[in-house]
């Protein structure tokens, strides 16, 4: 053993071995090392908000609020940018004139390790005049909303007025401006509300990009029960007082207000006023009457009458009524 030890050409041969077991040693674990760092994948990250460089003074519209981002590279660095999201989407419309655009959507602060994509890769934009205008405020609400047997009488909305500011071609396409009320049924007494503002198209579509000023305005809604007036009849009952005679009948309220359901006071033509001929004497022609209501009906006003009676004497028995 020791004259093998001894032999150069042993110590030579072992050398060597040895040196190619370090080499291959060696090989292997930076193989096995850069198979892991050269390992790539790709990701997709939904929704990433747009940024929109332009001038402050002009509107842009056709721009998507959000944008996918598709990235490709080694996990490490992708799994990076997945944590972090310091990078953005932007489109630049800074030095681009008046009109229609067809524009790249542009990535920065993205690893340059990486491969990234956006989806869209372009929009088409309009770049338009700033245009701000004052528009009068129509108020809205569902009759619907009302208990059965009222009815709106008066809605008001303060301010009168608003200013709508966006692209020329928006506000020229502005039909309406409305403050709508919304709420529960059944209502039945007045009430002021908040309601916010929409700018309507002539078909009733809701115009975007529209900056309105204020967004939202006070509406006031007075409610009433339904109602309708009617002519007057009287119809005395009874008879006359002795020694006098009834010729004429009149009564200086002409008309009665009915209240309550549609359906029942609209059938109601006119209001007969029942009068005591016997409460009438040669010295006191009027009577007060207490106006009854109608079966279906709520209320009447007024709630009282006055008729008078034109008496002339008659020595005659009890005459019955004309």
Do not use: C
Not at 75 to 96: C, K, M, P, Y
Not at 147 to 174: R, Y
Not at 185 to 195: H, K, L, P, R, Y
């Amino acid at each position: 053993m020791d004259k093998m030890m001894d032999n150069r050409w042993f110590l030579r041969s072992t050398a060597l071995l040895l040196a190619f077991l370090l080499f291959f040693s060696v090989q292997a674990e930076d193989n096995s090392s850069g198979s892991a760092d050269t390992s790539r994948v790709s990701e997709v990250i939904e929704d990433v908000d747009l940024e929109v460089y332009h001038d402050n003074d002009l509107m842009v519209s056709g721009v998507p609020k959000t944008a996918d981002l598709h990235l490709t590279g080694p996990v490490s660095i992708v799994q990076a940018a997945l944590q972090l999201e310091d990078f953005t989407l932007f489109v630049d419309l800074r030095n681009l004139p008046l009109g229609e655009h067809q524009v790249p959507i542009q990535t920065e602060n993205v690893s340059d390790q990486l491969t990234s994509r956006v989806d869209p890769a372009f929009v088409n934009v309009v770049i338009e005049e700033r245009v701000s205008q004052e528009f009068r405020i129509d108020p809205d609400i569902n009759d619907r909303m009302l208990a059965e047997g009222f009815v709106l009488d008066k809605v008001t909305v303060e301010p009168e007025t608003v200013v709508v500011t966006g692209p020329k071609s928006m506000i020229d396409a502005i039909s309406f401006v409305k403050a709508t009320v919304s709420g529960e049924q059944g209502v039945n007494e007045s009430f002021t509300t908040a309601a916010r503002v929409r700018v309507l198209a002539e078909d009733l579509t809701k115009l975007e990009n529209a900056e309105i000023e204020p967004e939202e305005v006070e509406v006031a809604v007075k409610v009433v029960e339904y109602s309708k007036t009617v002519p007057v009849r009287i119809e005395p009952t009874g008879n006359v007082g002795a020694g006098i005679s009834i010729t004429n009948w009149t009564t200086s309220t002409n008309e009665i207000r009915i209240y309550g359901p549609k359906t029942v006071v609209d059938e109601m033509t006119e209001y007969v006023v029942e009068v005591d001929a016997a409460s009438i004497t040669a010295e006191d022609n009027t009577v007060d009457v207490e106006l009854s209501i109608p079966a279906g009906a709520s209320a009447v006003s007024p709630a009282q009458v006055t008729v008078e009676a034109e008496v002339v004497s008659d020595d005659s028995a009890q005459l019955p009524v004309d």
